[in-house]
């Protein structure tokens, strides 16, 4: 095995100095001179019309530098379906329409000055439920769609639908099937920085955002749009971003808040700030959404699975974000999780008066996995085979062409399946129903980006200083899970210097080059080979200088000796920071004398390169199909649970979460993705729920929303299977999201053989516990 | 209602003015400028605000400013010594991964200093319980009380 000497270590993470004394600058913490804080209004209706709005008296308020509402603002549009806009005229569709907005000199007085606005509703009839929302007869949300054409229903107008082989047929030929019907609900991404936005304008109109937003670049794009909407035509944005307190897709938009404070800071002409309480967080950014999942399983006697037939209903809440389009990668556990050679997959988006919903790590793909892994364990037990010995016999394999055509390159999920039935002890403990019970459930995400924008690429500038450190402009967004460290390991790796002596900077649109944004667990691998494409060119070009480079050294008694490197660049290496002849190890001069050689003398040289890497994936095609990314990751996750059938607590006992990794490039940063991903799919299936009562958040606080707490810490064994990615950066994959999309169903399963009897429905609380124990008991006493 | 406060805060004595209100956050955060120590939720829910009062780990976002009075503040900016090198438990919680967006890092670094101050050699379970007020949606907690644990075997 090749030899490295930044790959593959367990480098700390480049920010963590910064982030451990309380130097790092996040959005809360900033502020900008002459800066105005502004606060919005929202809707006291989850349906309604608005009859008027009387900002009078917040405008007559000392300080209060600004107050807008929908009346005052230019026709901008954005989200999805650009269904959206950022102060709501005419009427609102859920208790977060933006409804005014105020700017003032501190919060306090922006916060009176809401108070003071008053607004006249007129209550329509409202629809939380997605299935109702689909009746005849339901109020319509949106009356007229974008283009102004009549809306018939509150389905959106999204052909979600792939189909692959023949699914009826098989379903015929197949000796077991296994139906269920499986919800899941609201949860949210809590990052523990919320969310925060300034802008401000300088004289020629340029707009400058600090935003801790996922998408720099896509970003500025939106944001553009929004000046030629208000007619500034020429005018141009920049976007910083300061240290981000958590992502976790919730950023991968740009929202009301943040066109409220362009328009703000252009009215005023000052900087200004919205930053989101913690409340706002919970109620007013968008959370992942609750599905409906209707699913069929079905294979032969032997066990290989015959057809997977699944329809969804997705509550998209009152407008679209990116939550509308997450069907595209439930599609890909449907239709690539195991080998099924039939698969049908339909789903509707439907508009309610709910909050609106957006990516959440995993995009869809926990909500399907629960689906899909659950209602295996089923279909296993119709079949009388034990579950993990059916994820062995239908498990994907390296070559093969999926009904959706992803190439499946590299793929442990064999390996992943067997280790975690090893590691679990599961032919023992298997079937005891004894309150005790182990599960397993696996997964299929993307691991080489993925093309869901007409672009999947990511740029990288670097230059080299004086002295040998290496200066990397990456288009890559750090949101603390380690891209800049990772980053930094492969550039080091790659130019033979230490991961100490490379710089990476992520935060400015005007000083990077261009990338689509940190989704799609595509951050390690495309960012990382973008980043190794540019370090090749710069690694050329020092080797072009140091050939037959010459450097006199003085001895220790002053003597002068000429020491002369290899003329081939062919022939030279850099390690450690000094460029050496290969023929000749003990012929070597340092980096920097290189360097500061090639800018002292006349005709110098920069050496600087960059490099555009942007994955030979596909987009979908008009049946959804495509190799999407360039490369899947797999694992299995398996959890011994101990069920008490008095409290119906739930207590894993065990959890051990293989990942099929390619390359761990940074283990310590990849144990840590796992971990933090697994506490998150944990609180999916077991604790977290967005509460809404008719539209209402009822659960905007800590004490109300269970996230886990270090008391609830789960015993998470990471088992690390390396396939070593022929497209990955040294053979790594994608691992962000993986981690949290297999928990709930392999906590599911686990309850399942504890007590006999399956919850389809998330969180898996006591309280649905107990009610199915009793129900158990009910029907025995019959 | 204007009031007049003396208190010593990371080991320097502080004079100032403050309104009857605030709350040790606002008066450290908006006034002061010691931004390192975060507001998570404003409800002492969270603990991301979590300071050092007279050797006690409290949510500064709940402490009233005029409580002050007389008493010693440490936080995240004084962890470190005056030359910068590192606590023991800052270094820790960057030798093992304990750090990702790093918002919540500062107070469970404070958490953890008081746990470790009170309890030099803490179980698991005893770490567990002084950090439990401490909300960290990145780590998963497993990483941050390795780093916990190491730091208490290096004292």
């Known amino acids: 095995m090749e030899e490295f000497t930044s790959v593959g270590k367990r480098v700390a993470k480049g920010d963590a100095r910064d982030k451990v004394t309380g130097r790092a600058v996040y959005m809360d913490d900033l502020k900008v ?33 600004a107050v807008l509402t929908g009346r005052d603002i230019p026709p901008i549009r954005f989200g999805f379906l650009k269904d959206n806009v950022p102060l709501k005229w005419g009427k609102v569709r859920s208790y977060r329409d933006e409804v005014a907005a105020v700017a003032a000199i501190d919060p306090d007085i922006a916060e009176e000055a809401l108070n003071l606005i008053g607004v006249e509703y007129e ?11 689909m009746e005849e007869g339901a109020p319509l949300i949106h009356e007229v769609d ?122 005023t002409r000052k900087p200004v700030k919205i930053q989101f309480t913690r409340e706002e967080e919970f109620f007013a950014t968008s959370p992942r959404q609750p599905t409906v999942i209707n699913i069929a399983q079905g294979c032969t006697k032997d066990g290989k699975l015959t057809f997977r037939d699944v329809s969804m209903i997705l509550d998209n809440g009152a407008y679209a974000s990116w939550g509308a389009t997450t069907p595209s990668v439930m599609m890909m556990p449907i239709s690539s999780l195991y080998k099924v050679p039939n698969i049908r997959y339909i789903t509707r988006c439907v508009y309610t008066n709910n909050t609106w919903s957006q990516a959440m790590r995993g995009y869809g793909n926990p909500q399907a996995t629960f689906g899909i892994e659950s209602n295996l364990d089923h279909l296993a037990e119709e079949a009388g085979i034990d579950p993990s010995e059916v994820r062995l016999i239908n498990s994907n394999t390296p070559g093969e062409v999926t009904p959706q055509r992803f190439k499946i390159t590299s793929c442990g999920l064999k390996e992943c399946i067997e280790k975690v039935a090893e590691s679990l002890d599961w032919e023992s403990k298997h079937g005891r129903r004894d309150g005790r019970g182990v599960g397993m459930a696996s997964l299929i995400h993307v691991g080489g980006g993925a093309r869901v924008y007409k672009s999947d690429g990511c740029g990288t500038i670097i230059k080299v200083d004086d002295f040998g450190t290496v200066d990397v402009f990456t288009g890559a967004t750090d949101i603390g899970q380690g891209s800049d460290t990772v980053i930094a390991q492969v550039v080091a790796e790659e130019l033979g210097v230490g991961v100490e002596d490379v710089n990476v900077v992520d935060h400015d649109t005007e000083i990077c080059p261009w990338d689509v944004g940190v989704h799609a667990s595509r951050t390690t691998f495309v960012a990382c080979n973008s980043a190794i494409g540019a370090a090749k060119r710069v690694k050329e070009q020092i080797l072009e200088l140091a050939a037959g480079y010459v450097d006199i050294e003085k001895d220790k008694d002053g003597t002068k000796q000429e020491i002369k490197l290899d003329e081939d ?87 051990v979460a293989a990942h099929d990794v390619g390359k761990a490039i940074n283990p310590m940063l990849l144990e840590g993705q796992i971990y933090g991903a697994v506490s998150m799919g944990v609180g999916y299936g077991l604790t977290e729920q967005l509460i809404f009562d008719k539209g209402e958040c009822m659960n905007p606080n800590f004490r109300d ?19 070593i990615d022929r497209d990955g950066p040294f053979g790594a994959k994608g691992i962000g999201e993986p981690g949290c999309v297999p928990s709930a169903p392999a906590i599911a399963n686990a309850i399942y053989d504890a007590i006999g009897v399956r919850i389809n429905s998330l969180p898996i609380t006591p309280e649905k516990i107990l009610k199915v124990l009793r129900e158990k008991e009910g029907k025995k006493g019959e | 209602m204007k009031h007049r406060l003396f208190f010593t805060l990371n080991g320097d004595g502080v ?30 829910e969270c603990g991301a605000c979590t300071v050092i009062v007279d050797g006690k780990a409290v949510n500064s976002c709940l402490y009233p400013a005029m409580e002050l009075e007389g008493r010693e503040v440490l936080t995240i900016e004084g962890l470190a ?55 960290c949606r990145c780590t998963g907690y497993i990483q941050i009380i390795e780093a916990i644990m190491a730091a208490s075997k290096g004292r």
Not at chain 1, 123 to 133: G, I, N, S, Y
Not at chain 1, 153 to 179: C, Q
Not at chain 1, 705 to 716: C, E, G, N, R, S
Request: proline letters at 6%.
């Open chain 2, 81 to 135: 010594d005056a030359e910068g090198n590192l606590h023991p438990i800052q270094k820790a919680f960057v030798e093992h991964g304990a750090v990702q967006c790093g918002f919540c890092t500062p107070g469970m670094l404070m958490s953890a200093k008081a746990l470790l101050d009170e309890k030099p050699k803490p179980s698991e379970e005893e770490i567990r319980k002084g950090i439990a007020g401490n909300f």
């Open chain 1, 33 to 65: 001179p002459g800066m105005l804080y502004g606060k919005i209004l929202f809707s006291k209706f989850p349906h309604a019309k608005i009859l008027n709005i009387d900002t009078s008296k917040a405008e007559k308020l000392v300080g209060v530098r």
């Open chain 1, 569 to 655: 660049p062919a022939n030279l290496l850099i390690r450690d920071r000094m460029v050496y002849s290969k023929r000749d190890p003990e012929t070597k001069i340092p980096l920097g004398k290189i360097l500061r050689g090639s800018h002292y003398r006349t005709g110098g040289k920069m050496v600087m390169a960059e490099y555009f890497y942007d994955p030979d994936n596909e987009n979908l095609d008009r049946e959804f199909k495509g190799n999407l990314s360039m490369t899947y990751a797999y694992g299995t996750h398996g959890v011994e649970v101990e069920v008490d059938k008095e409290t119906g607590k739930v207590k894993i006992l065990k959890y």
């Open chain 1, 123 to 133: 209550a329509l009839p409202a629809v939380f439920d997605p299935e109702e929302a």
């Open chain 1, 146 to 267: 974008p283009r102004g054409n009549p809306m018939e229903s509150n389905v959106l107008p999204l052909p979600w639908k792939l189909v692959a082989g023949d699914v009826d047929k098989a379903r015929r030929e197949s000796t077991h099937i296994a139906e269920d019907r499986l919800k899941t609900t609201w949860v949210t991404h809590i990052c523990m920085g919320t969310m925060g936005i300034i802008a401000e304008f300088d004289l020629r109109n340029n707009l400058t955002i600090y935003a801790n937003t996922q998408i720099p670049y896509l970003a500025q794009r939106d944001y553009n749009d929004a000046l030629a909407a208000m007619g500034l035509k020429g005018g141009k944005t920049r976007v910083i971003q300061p240290t981000i307190g958590g992502g976790f897709g919730s950023k991968l938009d740009t929202y009301g808040q943040d066109y409220i404070a362009i328009l703000l800071a252009h009215r």
């Open chain 1, 705 to 723: 929303y269970k996230v886990l707490t270090a008391k609830d810490v789960i015993p998470v064994e990471p088992i690390i299977v390396e396939t």
């Open chain 2, 15 to 44: 004079e100032t003015e403050i309104e009857s209100h605030w709350s040790l956050l606002q008066l450290l955060r908006d006034h002061l400028e010691l931004t390192g120590t975060k507001e998570g939720c404003g409800k002492g």
